[in-house]
């Protein structure tokens, strides 16, 4: 599950270079997670993608770039506890695996060119001149 996740925001940061330095941990979980709670934590860091792109996507000019830097950090605070639930839950079983793979991929498809136009639009714009937008950029 912890491999999906980390692909997932891995596929959606990279165009920014933005989480690049997000460890991914190779230990083994001791137990497997049920179907329905690796689902529910794929809708759970969809959700969170989800609202990285559309805050970005927001940031028009400094006041919104300004406004977005506690939305980004709400986002981040989630991603973390995501993590550790994920790393607490195990890794789903291979049939599991793959059905999230077929709902994930589609989605993050869809989320990655959003990302990085905004990201483009963002960069272009010298991050609208907010210092405190670049720095959660950069903490994202």
């Not at 989480?19 to 969809?46: I, K």
């Not at 996507?57 to 605070?77: I, R």
């Amino acid at each position: 599950m912890k491999k999906i996740a980390f692909f997932a925001a891995a596929a959606l940061c990279s165009p920014l270079t933005i989480a690049q330095d997000a460890p991914v941990e190779t230990t083994e979980a001791v137990a497997a997670c049920t179907p329905a709670e690796a689902e529910a934590m794929v809708d759970e860091v969809l959700a969170a993608l989800t609202e990285v792109v559309e805050v970005l996507e927001s940031v028009q000019d400094t006041a919104t770039a300004d406004a977005a830097v506690a939305k980004l950090e709400a986002v981040k605070v989630r991603m973390e506890a995501a993590q550790v639930k994920m790393e607490a839950l195990g890794e789903p079983d291979e049939a599991t695996q793959e059905q999230l793979a077929a709902k994930l991929l589609p989605a993050l498809f869809s989320l990655a060119p959003r990302m990085e136009a905004a990201g483009a639009r963002i960069m272009e714009n010298d991050c609208y001149g907010s210092e405190a937008f670049k720095a959660a950029m950069e903490e994202l």
